[in-house]
C-alpha cells in the first residue's frame, strides 16, 4: 500500500489524538501477558512464559448468550489466523483457556484511562474505578485507607488482516500500561512514543512538505491510520526480554509491551504501515461513531462505587527497565505482512 502524504488533507483534525497519556458498549477483550522467565529459562514457549497478547476462551460464569457467541465467533477468526491455542493462569486462580500471539500489527483507533483500586474483605473482592488525574489519584488514595490506585488502560485495535472482526480492546494495568503509553519513566522506551518518534512523526513532514508545495495548511496523521507492530518485549535474537518489576522482595522479572519497529526514521517505510484509503475513511468513520465516542468518554465520569466488569483482566504491576528493550529482528515484521 503506497503511502499518500497528501491523504492527510482529507482527515477531520479534530479526531486526530496525541499518542500518549491520556455506560458505553463492550468489546472482546485482548490481555497482556507479563511472561514467566523460569518458564524461559528452562526454553519453554508459550502465552505463560514469553508473555504476549491472550484472548481468553473460558466465558465468565454470569456471561449471556451474546457474550458467549461472540466470544466463540472471535476465537474461532483468531485460530484461523494463526493465533496458537494456549492457557493462562492467573494469581491464585485457575488455568483459563484461550488464544495467544507474541506480536501483532493493529490500528490503534483510540485509548482510555482510569485509576483503580482493589478492595478486599471478609464480604467481597471488588475493583473501583476513577477517572483519570492526579487529583482523583490522591483522592482515591485517601478514600480507601492509603491503597495505592494504579493505572489502567484500554486500547482500542482493528488487528491488521481481521478487519472484518471489528474493535477489540487491549487491557494494561500499572507499568505495562505505561511502556504501552509512553509516560513518566518510559517516556523514551514506550510503544506510542516509538510509534509517534519513527512513524507518524516522518508522515507529518512529509505532509508538511506536500502541503507547502500545494499552498495549503499542514494536516497530522492521527495512529489510526498505519499499523503499528508491537507485542511482547524481545531482544536482538528474539528471545523474551525481561526486566525487574519492583524492587527487594516485591520485585519480579516481566517481559513488557514493545513497539516491534526500527530506530529510525530513516529505517521505516511508510507505504508498508499505512492501512490505505479505504481503511482510513473506515477508521474515521469508527472513531467518530457514536458507540466508540462513548466507550472513550465513559470513563471519565466513572462512579468510583462500580465493580470492575472486565473479563480476566491481567494484574500486573512492574517497575519500568532503565534501559529500552532492544530492536526487534526482521522476522518480527516480516512475519506481520510489513
Known amino acids: ?6 491523504a492527510a488533507f482529507n482527515i ?5 489524538e496525541e499518542v500518549g497519556p491520556q455506560g458505553g458498549p463492550q468489546y472482546p477483550i485482548l490481555m497482556h501477558l ?14 505463560e512464559s514469553e508473555g504476549g497478547l491472550f484472548f481468553a476462551t473460558t466465558p465468565r460464569e454470569d456471561a449471556n448468550q451474546e457474550e458467549r457467541e461472540r466470544m466463540e465467533r472471535v476465537a474461532a477468526v483468531l485460530a484461523e489466523a494463526g493465533w496458537q491455542e494456549d492457557s493462562w493462569t492467573p494469581y491464585n486462580g485457575a488455568p483459563v483457556a484461550g488464544l495467544w500471539k507474541a506480536t501483532v500489527a493493529a490500528s490503534v483507533i483510540t485509548i482510555r484511562e482510569c485509576w483503580e483500586v482493589k478492595i478486599e474483605n471478609e464480604k467481597q473482592t471488588r475493583t473501583v474505578r476513577a477517572p483519570w488525574g ?3 489519584f490522591n483522592a482515591l488514595k485517601e478514600q480507601h485507607q492509603g491503597k495505592t490506585p ?7 485495535l482493528m488487528l491488521k488482516g481481521l478487519e472484518t472482526l471489528g474493535p477489540l480492546v487491549l487491557t494494561l494495568k500499572g ?8 509516560h513518566k519513566k518510559c517516556e523514551f522506551i514506550g510503544v506510542l512514543h516509538h510509534f509517534q518518534r519513527v512513524v507518524l512523526n516522518k508522515a507529518n513532514e512529509q505532509t508538511a512538505e506536500a502541503a507547502k508545495k500545494a499552498g495549503k495548511t499542514a494536516a497530522r496523521w492521527p495512529a489510526r491510520c498505519f499499523w503499528l507492530p508491537f507485542g511482547a518485549s524481545k531482544d536482538a535474537k528474539g528471545k523474551p526480554l525481561f526486566i525487574t518489576a519492583g524492587s527487594g522482595q516485591q520485585s519480579s522479572q516481566i517481559v513488557v509491551p514493545q513497539a516491534h519497529l526500527p530506530h529510525d526514521a530513516a529505517e521505516v517505510d511508510l507505504s508498508k504501515l499505512y492501512v490505505g484509503r479505504e481503511l482510513q475513511n473506515t477508521f ?8 466508540v465516542t462513548k466507550w472513550r468518554e465513559e470513563w471519565k465520569t466513572l462512579d468510583p462505587n462500580a465493580q470492575d466488569s472486565d473479563n480476566h483482566e491481567h494484574e500486573d504491576g512492574a517497575t519500568p527497565a532503565a534501559k529500552p528493550p532492544q530492536a526487534p529482528v526482521d522476522a518480527d515484521l516480516e512475519s506481520l505482512g510489513l
Open 1 to 6: 500500500m503506497t503511502f499518500d502524504a497528501t
Open 12 to 16: 477531520d483534525q479534530d479526531t486526530v
Open 34 to 47: 507479563s511472561g514467566d522467565v523460569k518458564l524461559a529459562n528452562k526454553g519453554l514457549t508459550g502465552a
Open 134 to 136: 492526579w487529583d482523583h
Open 150 to 156: 494504579h493505572s489502567r488502560v484500554h486500547v482500542m
Open 175 to 182: 507499568y505495562a500500561g505505561m511502556y504501552f503509553k509512553g
Open 284 to 291: 474515521q468513520e469508527l472513531y467518530q461513531s457514536d458507540e
